[in-house]
């Protein structure tokens, strides 16, 4: 087959690391460009290539796959025309907001037989894949999950409810689909929130039971600060403590003493120590073998199913129960 031809639709942060890592791949072209600013798509085709295009018709027209790299409320609508167009899809996260539009992209999604994948890219760091390797060895007992950020400003429109969904579509939802592939699926929910600094919901505590019995804690702030890590997990085992600190580092601890591995990638570069090189490889794989993708569609749905159960359980004060 030809090299897949790319479409980027939103060439701001992540259209243009998207943009890069396919420029590398040789089993790729990056092809089309649309941004709703013009100057944007033209500036990285100047540094990558593609053609710029002033409407999502004229990207379907010079593209073989859709990348959707516009903000969180637009991912329905662009996604659901690019699979209408017969595109392979791939949609950053979140996959939707709200479960009506998820429901809506999710049946969409399934009535193509071209590839639909999520960017759920943490789920290709080496920090998590070998975090998951490293507990097929052992039985983990629960763990303690941590998802700051230190602000919600930049881009500005993190902090805007009515293009985001809400803070828990933006950061932490990552590792609420990091908790499905680590652990299992969720069976029930308790949560608690508040309201700080923004015009929404912005602090979190929540615990969940996991249909294998497994159980966690998870805190999530988005006023919080930058320290590092802003993102870990600890998991304990029978005399035994992993610990991820962001995307850098995995701390195996085991035995009686205080002895512990040290698990580095603070030297990796960055677009493959957080998952985006392997991710795309991923969605150019399952393109040319016609399989289906390590993150599917059903996966970005069940992320929005978690979101929207966690803000159900602070409105009503219920545990929320999955069947
Ligand atoms: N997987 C990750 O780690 C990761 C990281 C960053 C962002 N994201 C997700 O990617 C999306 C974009 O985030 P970003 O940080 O790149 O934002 P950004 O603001 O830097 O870029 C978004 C771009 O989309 C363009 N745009 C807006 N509406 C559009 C439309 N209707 N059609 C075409 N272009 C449009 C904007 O002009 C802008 O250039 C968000 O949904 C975000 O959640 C994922």
Same mark, same amino acid.
């Given at each position: 087959?030809?090299? /897949? ?57 010079? @593209? ?26 791939? @949609? ?70 009515? /293009? ?142 978690? /979101?929207?159960? /966690? ?13």
């Amino acid at each position: 087959m030809d090299k /897949v031809r790319i479409g980027i639709i939103g060439l701001g942060y992540i259209g243009n690391v998207h943009a890069r890592i396919f420029s590398r791949d040789e089993r790729a072209e990056v092809a089309a460009l649309y941004d709703i600013i013009p100057e944007r798509a033209e500036k990285t085709s100047k540094s990558v290539g593609g053609k710029v295009c002033y409407s999502r018709e004229e990207l379907f027209e010079n @593209c073989d796959a859709v990348l959707v790299c516009a903000p969180n409320k637009t991912h329905t609508d662009i996604a659901s025309s690019a699979v209408s167009a017969g595109k392979h899809v791939f @949609c950053e996260k979140p996959f939707s907001i709200g479960l009506t539009d998820a429901q809506k992209l999710l049946d969409v999604a399934n009535s193509s037989n071209k590839v639909f994948q999520v960017g759920h890219n943490r789920r290709y760091a080496p920090v998590y894949v070998k975090l998951k390797e490293l507990l097929q060895s052992d039985k983990a007992h629960s763990a303690h999950i941590k998802m700051n950020r230190g602000e919600l400003k930049n881009p500005v429109w993190t902090g805007d409810v009515n /293009v985001t969904g809400g803070f828990l579509y933006e950061t932490t939802i990552h590792l609420f689909d990091m908790m499905r592939f680590q652990f299992d699926e969720i069976a029930e929910l308790v949560a608690y929130g508040s309201q700080h600094e923004y015009p929404e919901l912005d602090e979190f505590s929540i615990i969940f039971k996991f249909k294998n019995g497994f159980h966690c804690t998870f805190a999530s702030s988005s006023d919080a600060s930058w320290h590092f890590p802003f993102e870990r997990i600890e998991v304990f085992a029978h005399h035994r403590t992993l610990m991820t600190q962001e995307m850098e580092h995995l701390i195996d601890s085991q035995g009686m003493d205080a002895n512990f591995e040290t698990y580095s990638w603070a030297m990796t570069e960055k677009e493959e120590r957080w998952g985006y090189v392997q991710e795309d490889k991923a969605f150019i794989d399952a393109i040319l073998n016609g399989t289906e993708p390590p993150v599917t569609a059903l996966d970005g749905f069940k992320s929005v199913q978690l /979101v929207e159960s /966690v803000y159900e359980a602070i409105r009503s004060g219920e545990k929320i129960k999955f069947d």
